[in-house]
């Protein structure tokens, strides 16, 4: 999963395609509308503010996008004041293409992406339109340690995972293999002879499900957000299609906005597994509070978004019944199997 994504060469994301969108293989809620982006913004502030507004306001986004959600997170904050020097915006971002899309999306111009030569820690940086500094960094252990508030929507699903099935003779995990048959895409699953490390190591002694999918990235990548929050203050907002530790089979591709054979023309779209929230909170535990997950729609109707989409309209000289706004709004806050979860320090 991780070779097809992230491969320098090869893999989806260093294709140079655009793969969001109607035009692309999928699309994410800041896409739909900038109000969803707006409702974080506000969800920031709100939170930063309790917490003490400590200057200048760090913010972390993971796997941004075309930059979107945190453009319009930050014209939210720049009408609560919080702009230029008061806030520092750092990206996590593997696909030099992608970051080529978010410096264009929030400076409104683009440089070669290549790595500095002075800082390991970042391999790009620029200003913002309204003139806050703005870095990309391929790992979150290149970002300075200090209070911070994380984003991550849509990116815990494509960290890579492990998939098991229970069988008479104990757990085996499911790998992929050449084909030398005459199947039509070269590749096939099957299960290994014998347990193997992973499924030793990953299983849960409790565990019900007969299937079960589990990301070693997410162990780690939760693990230093832990340790980042404790020790430095801050707070961390998922957002993402997920369950609470109860679906089995979720690892799938898409391309073209439809399900697509995940071991046809590797590289070609997009793969994804459902987040198990309750794994995540499960590696946090000891150290943070968290709370959720929560639907999109409780999210988002309870930021505000309802009112948003009032003023709004009310601020058209015409509103047409066929108007896209509210069928927008509606495409948003139905999705209910795309969940958030709040990790705060404890």
């Known amino acids: 999963m991780k070779e ?3 491969n320098p060469v090869s893999g989806y994301y260093a294709a140079g395609q655009d793969m969001f969108g ?10 739909i509308s900038q109000m969803f982006g707006e409702m974080v913004g506000v969800w920031v502030f709100n939170e930063w503010y309790k917490l003490g507004s400590p200057k200048p306001l760090q913010l972390i986004e993971m796997g941004p996008g075309r930059g979107t959600l945190m453009h319009d997170v930050l014209r939210v904050l720049k009408q609560f004041g919080v702009s230029g020097n008061n806030i520092s915006i750092h990206l996590i971002e593997v696909s030099s293409e992608l970051s080529r899309m978010q410096e264009e999306r929030l400076c409104g111009s683009t440089s070669p992406c290549t790595e500095n030569p002075d800082d390991g820690d970042y391999f790009k940086r620029a200003l913002t339109q309204n003139g806050a500094p703005v870095f ?5 252990a290149g970002v300075p340690k200090r209070f911070s508030v994380f984003l991550a929507n849509e990116f815990f699903d494509a960290l890579p995972v492990h998939k098991f099935r229970k069988t008479p003779k104990g ?26 490390p992973a499924s030793k190591i990953l299983i849960k002694n409790d565990e019900k499900r007969d299937d079960v999918e589990v990301s070693p990235d997410t162990v780690r990548l939760c693990g230093e957000l832990a340790t980042r929050i404790e020790e430095q203050g801050g707070i961390a907002l998922i957002m993402d ?44 535990q000891e150290t943070l509070i968290t709370y959720g997950p929560v639907t999109q729609s409780f999210f988002l109707v309870n930021m505000g978004i309802e009112q948003r989409l009032h003023t709004k309209l009310m601020g058209r000289t015409s509103v047409i019944k066929s108007s896209p706004v509210p069928v927008k709004m509606e495409a948003m806050t139905q999705i209910t199997s795309l969940q958030t979860t709040w990790v705060l320090i404890n």
């Open 171 to 196: 757990w085996r995990e499911v790998l992929v293999d050449i084909d030398e048959g005459d199947g039509p895409h070269h590749l096939r699953y099957l299960l290994s002879r014998e347990a193997t």
């Open 136 to 140: 990309w960094h391929r790992h979150l």
């Open 22 to 31: 109607s035009s692309g293989d999928y699309t994410t809620s800041p896409e």
């Open 241 to 284: 299609y997920g369950h609470d530790g109860n679906l089995p089979n979720t690892f799938r591709a898409f391309k073209n906005h439809t399900l697509h054979d995940p071991l046809c023309e590797p590289g070609s779209a997009d793969l994804t597994s459902d987040v198990d929230f309750s794994f995540i909170k499960e590696q946090v």
């Open 4 to 6: 097809v994504l992230v």
